[in-house]
């Protein structure tokens, strides 16, 4: 029998309901939270009033409770339709308009991570800024000091070309009294580089000291103290042919530019490079296109670029086959470099200075700038031997400050297009430099005093 008129499984029907929506109340607050959980109740509340009365039985007849009806379910639906609502999310798509950035977020309460916890990365501190000193001291242990193995192997491999060419001028020119071939340069003393890719062959020319006598360089058609003539003396009682080096006169005088040439078509075309090279494991090439008697040669583990400079030694002078470019014939070049080895050596020997060091940097800081090449060799070397009178503090912990001095005094000369020999200070050692050549070198030296680090780039 029904009770208020609707049948007994209905309303067990509506019980079952109205449970399962209490349930669904009890647990809404634990996965909604406070304000979703009251938003789901007012809702549910009104949706079972609707409900309710669709399934109770209507006063059919009755205006009054008609009415009462729908202002109940109206006033429902309103308040169904005034709930408010949670915030939608606007969409990451959406660029055109900015996100929505609440008031104030609620501090968010410590969450439980059941993934494992990351090891924080340590971001690199920042690279430390290097001092002057630092950078000069870190440029010559990098690009300067090299492994004393392949030093050894350098200086082996430079014996033993040595030997074989001494061996074959005794065999093809055996009437020409050349001297024992000696090594010379950086590889050998280690003063201007410690780099091992450049030797210098010494070639002795033993002149009869009765025959032939110097012509100084002021005399000479170039005016330069630094080149020097050797003339053929006392024609009228030793004719030619009484010196075996009479086949290299030009008019009166012993021609460097016929002894090169004599010796440049041996290297090129008359020793057998190829045999000599296999004995030794390398690969030797004579350079053709050169004016100077040069060997390329590479190793495995080293390559060196030898010269070979036939000399004389008369009258306390070492001259050089090495004649200025252009077309004067017969001029040899005096050459300081045993001087300046054997002063540089003394000057570090007596305070234990950074002599050597300094001009290491300075020396392979110009070879490898195209604007300053030129200064490189004897030039840095006398502007240095230069300050040896001034009383400076050379220890190594000074080495900023020398390597600063240096550039200074540089700009100094080349102001004045004057750099005067340590040993003759008639020879103007920059008196071979264009204009523009001394303007582009003071112009960069000056900038490196302000910008230390200006030379050291990519070095």
Request: hydrophobic share 40%; net charge negative.
């Amino acid at each position: 029998m029904a009770e208020f008129g609707r049948p007994r499984g209905k309303r067990q029907e509506d019980s079952g309901l109205g449970s399962v929506l209490d349930v669904l109340l009890a647990n809404a607050r634990l996965v909604l939270g406070v304000s979703g959980a009251a938003i789901l109740a007012i809702a549910t509340l009104a949706v079972k009033r609707l409900i309710d009365r669709a399934t109770s039985p209507r006063d059919e007849g009755d205006p009054k409770a008609e009415q009462k009806t729908l202002e109940e379910s109206w006033q429902d639906l309103a308040l169904i339709k005034t709930t408010p609502k949670p915030a939608k999310k606007q969409r990451r798509e959406d660029l055109s308009e900015p996100l929505l950035v609440p008031a104030q977020s609620p501090a968010p309460g410590p969450r439980v991570c059941s993934a494992p916890l990351e090891t924080p990365q340590v971001e690199p501190s920042p690279p430390r800024c290097l001092t002057l000193q630092e950078k000069l001291l870190l440029h010559y242990s990098s690009r300067l000091a090299k492994p004393k193995a392949e030093a050894s192997l350098a200086r082996q491999l430079a014996r033993g070309i040595c030997t074989q060419l001494q061996s074959f001028l005794r065999n093809k020119c055996p009437e020409l009294p050349f001297g024992c071939l000696s090594l010379s340069g950086p590889l050998l003393d280690g003063v201007g580089a410690l780099a091992v890719d450049r030797v210098h062959f010494m070639l002795p020319v033993a002149l009869e000291a009765a025959l032939w006598s110097l012509i100084p360089g002021e005399d000479t058609v170039v005016r330069n103290p630094q080149y020097w003539m050797i003339k053929r003396t006392d024609l009228e009682y030793f004719p030619r042919g009484c010196s075996p080096w009479d086949r290299f006169m030009v008019g009166q005088y012993l021609s460097s530019n016929a002894l090169n040439e004599t010796l440049h078509k041996m290297l090129v075309a008359s020793i057998n490079w190829p045999a000599i090279g296999s004995l030794l494991g390398s690969i030797i090439h004579p350079v053709v296109a050169s004016q100077e008697l040069k060997l390329e040669v590479k190793h495995d583990q080293v390559e060196l670029s030898i010269t070979l400079f036939p000399v004389v030694e008369m009258e306390d002078k070492v001259l050089l086959a090495a004649p200025p470019e252009g077309l004067v014939e017969n001029l040899w070049l005096e050459s300081f470099y045993r001087a300046e080895v054997s002063k540089v050596k003394e000057l570090d020997a007596g305070d234990s200075g950074a002599w050597q060091r300094c001009l290491c940097i300075l020396n392979d800081i110009c070879r490898s700038h195209p604007a300053l090449y030129k200064l490189s060799g004897s030039p840095l070397t006398h502007a240095i031997l230069h300050l040896s009178g001034t009383g400076l503090d050379w220890a190594e912990e000074s080495l900023a400050d020398r390597y600063q001095q240096v550039l200074e005094e540089l700009i100094g000369y080349l102001e004045k297009g004057v750099l005067p020999s340590y040993f003759n200070h008639k020879i103007n050692l920059l008196c071979e430099l264009a204009e523009e050549e001394i303007d582009e070198m003071g112009f960069l030296l000056y900038r490196a005093i302000s910008e230390p680090e200006l030379l050291l780039k990519d070095k």
